[in-house]
């Protein structure tokens, strides 16, 4: 079985905080039941270090049994590309390996087999109509999906556009 964070914490370095509060993140989102009423959050200060943890969280869920990342970026063309290649770098050698695919939910291969369904995907989607609409489809498309365990992830949450209680504390 793949490791993935473990090797996130080797090669990229994770200090005591950050692999902290990876661990309680996934540790809370695994113990306790996440429902569209009582979702799991995560939130940051702006310019805490958000992305790297949130890299670091879904390495860790992926360990934890957790089969697709959606990451929800801001409706911008250049972050959603930003965000794509930082993710597509950060997962590189689990690309190579062929264990993880990175996909922009906008320009996802027309026919995507069975092997590639049973890697852990992450999905880039903008928070718009046109690419949730697709995130839809696609779910719709591969019914398998419905029986995924899925990590959402709002890469723009943080204190200046949300106001609640959080947990754990960055």
């Known amino acids: ?25 996934v540790d809370g989102l695994c113990a306790n039941k996440t429902e569209v009423k009582h979702p799991g959050l995560l939130l940051g ?8 943890a949130f ?12 089969d697709v990342a959606v990451v929800l970026t801001k409706g911008t063309r250049a972050l959603s590309e930003q965000t794509l290649k930082r993710l597509q ?10 264990l ?12 995507l087999t069975k092997y590639i369904l049973n890697q852990k995907l992450i999905f880039i989607v903008k928070k718009e109509d046109d ?15 419905q029986e ?6 709002d890469d723009e949450a943080d204190f200046a556009s949300i106001g609640l209680y959080f947990w754990p504390n960055l």
């Open 1 to 25: 079985m793949t490791n993935f964070y473990e090797t996130f914490v080797e090669k990229k370095q994770y200090d005591e905080k950050l692999q902290k509060c990876i661990k309680e993140t």
């Open 45 to 52: 200060m702006i310019q805490s270090g958000k992305t790297r």
């Open 55 to 66: 890299i670091g969280v879904i390495a860790r869920a992926f360990d934890e049994g957790y």
């Open 89 to 98: 770098g950060e997962f590189k050698d689990f690309i190579d390996d062929e």
């Open 100 to 111: 993880v695919r990175v996909y922009d939910i906008m320009k996802l291969p027309p026919k």
């Open 131 to 145: 690419n949730l609409h697709r995130l839809e489809d696609f779910v719709s498309q591969y019914p398998v999906m």
């Open 148 to 153: 995924k365990r899925v990590l959402i992830i």
